[in-house]
T-cell receptor, first 113, second 109 residues
C-alpha cells in the first residue's frame, strides 16, 4: 500500500460525458502527478501540481483539466469523452516538486462506451 | 523534445537466467528513476540514479547510469518468478516526467 488513494476504482461511461477522478496523496506529500496508461501509449505524464499550483504540464488534452485543493487532494476532470480516452489513470505523489520518488495510487480504470 | 527508448519491449527468460533492460535518451538527463509494475498493479519506485557513471545494487538488481547521463540499464541476476512485471525507466530533465515504453519480463519456471 503506497498511501495514495484513488476513487473510483472503475468507471464506465458513454462518449460525450464528463467524469471526475479523485486522488488523495500520501500524508505530507505536496506534489501530485496524473498519468494515463493505455496499451498502445504506455505511461503518459499528464500534469503535475505542487502545493496547489500547476507545476508542469505534459501531454494533457484541452478536454482534460485538473486541480489541487488546499487539503492537497487532486481531481482530474475529463470531458467530452471519446472511446480513445479509455485507459487506466494513475495518480502519484511525492514529497516535493523536484526529482523525488513518486508513489503511485492503485489507479482508476475508465471505460468509455 | 525528450525522446526515450527502452529496449527490449518484451523479454521471456527461464527462471535462473539473467535479464537486462536498457533506457536510452536523446538528451542529457538530470537523473533517472526506475519503476516496476506487476501485472494488474501500479508502478512501484525502485531506485533513482543521479551521478554520471553511478552504479547501485539492490540484492539481485544492478542499476547503472551512463557516463554521459544519456542512458541507463537495469540488470537482474538469476531471475525468479517474483521478478515478473514491466520495468520502466523514468528520465527526468527538469519539469517533465517521462516514462520509457517499458520492458515486460516473463519468467518461465
Amino acid at each position: 500500500d503506497s498511501g495514495v488513494t484513488q476513487t473510483p476504482k472503475h468507471l464506465i461511461t458513454a462518449t460525450g460525458q464528463r467524469v471526475t477522478l479523485r486522488c488523495s496523496p500520501r500524508s505530507g506529500d505536496l506534489s501530485v502527478y496524473w498519468y494515463q496508461q493505455s496499451l498502445d501509449q504506455g505511461l503518459q505524464f499528464l500534469i503535475q501540481y505542487y502545493n496547489g499550483e500547476e507545476r508542469a504540464k505534459g501531454n494533457i488534452l484541452e478536454r482534460f483539466s485538473a486541480q489541487q485543493f488546499p487539503d492537497l487532494h487532486s481531481e482530474l476532470n475529463l470531458s467530452s469523452l471519446e472511446l480513445g480516452d479509455s485507459a487506466l489513470y494513475f495518480c502519484a505523489s511525492s514529497a516535493s516538486g523536484g526529482a523525488h520518488e513518486q508513489y503511485f495510487g492503485p489507479g482508476t480504470r475508465l471505460t468509455v462506451t | 523534445g525528450q525522446q526515450v527508448m527502452q529496449i527490449p519491449q518484451y523479454q521471456h527468460v527461464q527462471e535462473g537466467e539473467d535479464f537486462t533492460t536498457y533506457c536510452n535518451s536523446s538528451t542529457t538527463l538530470s537523473n533517472i528513476q526506475w519503476y516496476k509494475q506487476r501485472p494488474g498493479g501500479h508502478p512501484v519506485f525502485l531506485i533513482q540514479l543521479v551521478k554520471s557513471g553511478e552504479v547501485k545494487k539492490q540484492k539481485r538488481l544492478t542499476f547503472q547510469f551512463g557516463e554521459a547521463k544519456k542512458n541507463s540499464s537495469l540488470h537482474i541476476t538469476a531471475t525468479q518468478t517474483t521478478d515478473v512485471g514491466t520495468y520502466f525507466c523514468a528520465p527526468n530533465t527538469g519539469n517533465q516526467f517521462y516514462f520509457g515504453t517499458g520492458t515486460s519480463l516473463t519468467v518461465i519456471p
